[in-house]
């Protein structure tokens, strides 16, 4: 961990009692007996609706024997359920959004871990998402190898006044070549490589079926196959952020997986079937558990 770039500031305090942490958006607080079987959490599983965070955790205590499953009071916000050392919870759509999940996440494992830098080392972090794919068929699970903005550049944020906030927003490639190793025998294709967090579904992922329309099909087809030629494989909305902050405080080990839903090189609209919409999704969790089992279970 980087403890320079942790808020010791504020986080200090809560671990000696001098104050509470309010987990404003998921309704609890460090002060929480809720919390108290979390202490053991070794991994820390987001994606962006509240429904599959649900059917994550009822899988993960599936193969778990059955284990108790915490559920958070409050899910106006983001869904959250904690079972056998597996922390779910949503983190809705868009960096903005992702982010108050993530630091609000972050805060908490802190806590949890009684701020002991050995400890949070050890948790693993994943988002399990969906993706448009670039020169990828629907169907394909992209783990990610790098997050980058639309600028193919690292993540950034305003710095008002003054500038700009780079943030490293590359992946461990540890990580996610033993996700890959472990999914091996999949009917359904796993690949790594770039992926794209576009701060808008439409126009910053170069929709032309958009309410506002920007972009022209060559300047579209432009910025697709620039981003192909750069190792980009899919274009999501929250990844890059993720990295640069997961990374900003030095935790290890973290990884996104995202199956495709269309390839962007053929479309815009997303037209796959329900049925279809179900398996691809259903195959992002099989990769996300194919690791975990690799990882928790043996
Ligand atoms: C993927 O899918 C969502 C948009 O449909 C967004 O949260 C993302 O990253
Ligand atoms: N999610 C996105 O952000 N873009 C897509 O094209 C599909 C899902």
Redesign the pocket.
Known sequence: MKTENINHEFLDGVLDGGHADVYYHFGVSSEDALLEPLRDVKAVIMA?SGGRIKEFADHWSSLNGGSEIVAFPKEDRFVTRYTAGVLFASHG??MPSASIALQELMRMVFFLKRGDLAAMDEVFWARV???GGVGLPGGTVVVTSEGVMADLKPYRLLQGGSGTYWFDSTFPAAVYDAIIAANSHTDFEVVSGKTVAGNE?FLEQFRLDGALRLETEDSKMEWLQWLHDNGVRNI???GAMMAGYLNHWGFPKFAMICCTLLNRLEGDQVTATPEQLHKFSEDSGVVLFNYLKSTLLS
């Open positions: 962006g759509m868009g998402g969906t993706s579904f999501e909305m929250e």
